[in-house]
C-alpha cells in the first residue's frame, strides 16, 4: 500500500504544481511524515521514492534514527522542547519548528558545539491559535533579526500549520497570507539566511497549500495510513 499511496501523492503533487499561480520555485519537496510508524515502513517509503523523512518527537525519532539504515534527509516538524534540543541537532538536517529566540539561541549553542550549521524553519502562528505553537506576526521580525546573528543557524524559510476548518477551502487564504509573509520575508537583507522554502500543506490540504506556494509538504496519513496511537 506504502508504495501506491507514495505514487498518488507523488501525482497529486504534480497535478498541484500545475495549478500554481504563486510560485517560488519549481519543485514541490516531499517530507514523508512517518510518526507513530515503524522502522519497516519507513523503509518501505524510502525504497519506493521518499528521500525527506518528517518526525515530530526527538525521542521516536533518536531510536529510528537508530535502526533506520538507509540514507534519507530529516526533519523535525513538531515542537522542541529546550531540554532535546541536543539530540535533535544530532539527528536533524533541519528543523521546521523555531518559533522563540530561546530556542533558536539553545539550538545554536549545540550546533556550535557540533561544529555544525542547523538548517532551520521559523514556524508562524498566523491565526493565533492558542493550541498551537508557532511565532505570533508581531513578533516574527525579531526573532528573524535574532537568528540573522546565530553563527551556527541557516534560516531556510517558514513553516505554517493551517488550522482545523470545517470548509477546506477555508484554508486557501490563510496559505495565500502565508506566501505573501513569505514573498516579504525573502526581501529583508539577511547576512545569514537563505529564505527558499515555505513548508505548508498536510494530508487534508497539501494540494491547496502547493496551488497557494508551498515548496514543501509534510503528508504522514495519505502515504501511511491512520496512525495508532
Ligand atoms: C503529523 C503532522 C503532519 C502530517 O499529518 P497528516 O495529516 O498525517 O498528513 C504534518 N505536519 C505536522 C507538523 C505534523 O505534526
Redesign the pocket.
Known amino acids: 500500500m506504502i508504495v501506491e499511496n507514495l505514487k498518488t501523492v507523488q501525482n497529486n503533487i504534480q497535478e498541484s504544481i500545475k495549478k500554481r499561480h504563486n510560485i517560488i520555485s519549481q519543485e514541490v519537496q516531499l517530507v514523508a511524515?512517518t510518526?507513530n510508524h515503524d522502522v519497516e515502513a519507513m523503509r518501505e517509503a524510502i525504497d519506493a521514492g521518499a528521500v525527506v523523512i518528517?518526525e515530530?518527537r526527538v525521542q521516536e525519532a533518536q531510536k529510528k534514527y537508530e535502526t533506520l539504515d538507509r540514507d534519507v534527509t530529516w526533519h523535525l516538524?513538531?515542537h522542541l522542547q529546550t531540554n532535546k534540543v541536543k539530540h535533535a541537532v544530532k539527528i536533524f538536517d533541519m528543523i521546521e519548528s523555531v518559533d522563540s529566540v530561546k530556542l533558536a539561541e539553545a539550538i545554536n549553542k549545540e550546533a556550535m558545539k557540533l561544529g555544525k550549521v542547523q538548517k532551520i524553519l521559523v514556524q508562524v502562528n498566523l491565526v493565533k491559535e492558542a493550541s498551537k505553537t508557532g511565532v505570533y506576526l508581531e513578533d516574527l521580525d525579531e526573532l528573524l533579526k535574532s537568528i540573522d546573528t546565530m553563527e551556527n543557524l541557516k534560516l531556510m524559510g517558514l513553516m505554517f500549520?493551517a488550522p482545523i476548518v470545517e470548509n477546506l477551502e477555508d484554508v486557501r487564504p490563510m496559505f495565500n497570507q502565508m506566501y505573501q509573509l513569505f514573498t516579504k520575508v525573502q526581501k529583508i537583507p539577511f547576512k545569514n539566511a537563505d529564505i527558499k522554502y515555505l513548508s505548508m500543506g498536510?494530508?487534508?490540504d497539501y494540494q491547496i497549500a502547493i496551488e497557494e506556494g508551498a515548496n514543501i509538504v509534510?503528508?504522514?496519513?495519505?502515504i501511511f495510513g491512520p496512525?495508532q496511537y
Open positions: 511524515v510518526k518528517g515530530n516538524i513538531g500549520i498536510m494530508t487534508h509534510r503528508v504522514g496519513t495519505a496512525r
